[in-house]
């Protein structure tokens, strides 16, 4: 050829050309909310590393589920701030705790318009805070902890939870789990499998979120950020367990391990866009360096490409709103 090729180029060069030859879509209906309830406010209370994002009450928690719901978002993922911790995570079991009774009232607000989703997971309600009960030496215990899952799955079923998010990291969680929903009569619950979920520095506003005790890290159970390989074990052992969807967390250091995820699962995907990544965007966007839209778009678009069907983001609601009107 002796001229330039310019084909690349042609299929940019309008928007509407752009918009016709886009490989990749954002839709409302693949976005997660994840939100948060705390025990005991009046007020929604905002969480400093997390500008925009509040502790909610029940009453505005019920308004963002609603508000979820008007704009076509498809889902909602609960968790829940106890205003009494120990070291077993008791507050979760009980059907008036926090969590569960979110999950009720949200249910009652929005009914099945939304998909709700409750955190399995004993961080919330312990007072040491970590994922799970201790043994005698201060390690996380698997075994004792999976019991306490499986009871804190069947009362948030028993709440009307359309799909459970057991966050653990704990071997085995996800069979326990299933079994405990069979044996209740919950065989319509289903199970996002929080599967490669790593050990990461960027759920550091998260703890402020959810008023953590934690000290010291969740590296004896939570994954290592070197490996990409285990994460498919991870998602191979989930999947015999029962998990209807799996999930990756962090999502944007993690592009590489959802493609891989994405790749080998025949069930539906999800990529959780954690705390930190929404702190660091927002706190680059009011410092003026970085244009706030286009990186919250550019990020959970490359999120989609990557391989994810459904986007855990605090931005679920804001950016549906911005598809709904481009
Ligand atoms: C555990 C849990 C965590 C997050 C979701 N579920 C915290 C952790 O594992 O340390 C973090 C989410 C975020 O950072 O946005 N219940």
Redesign the pocket.
Known sequence: MSFPNHRPRRLRATPAMRRLTAETRLAPADLIL?AFIREGLTEPSPISSMPGVVQHTTESLKRAAAEAVELGVGGIML?GVPAVRDAQGTASLDPEGVLNKAIRDVKAEVGDDLVIMG?V?L??FTDHGH?GVLDADGYVDNDATLEIYGRMAVAQADAGAHMLGP??MMDGQIAVIRQALEESGHKNTAILAYAA?YASA??G??REAVDSQLKGD?RTY?MDAANRREAVLEVELDLEEGADMVMVKPAMSYLDILADVAAMSPVPVSA?Q???EYAMIEAAAANGWIDRRGAITESVLGIKRAGADTVLTYWASELAGWLKES
Do not use: A
């Open positions: 994840p968790f955190d997971c961080d919330e994922c966050s653990g979920k960027f759920y506003p998260f969740r939570q959780y954690i705390s930190g």
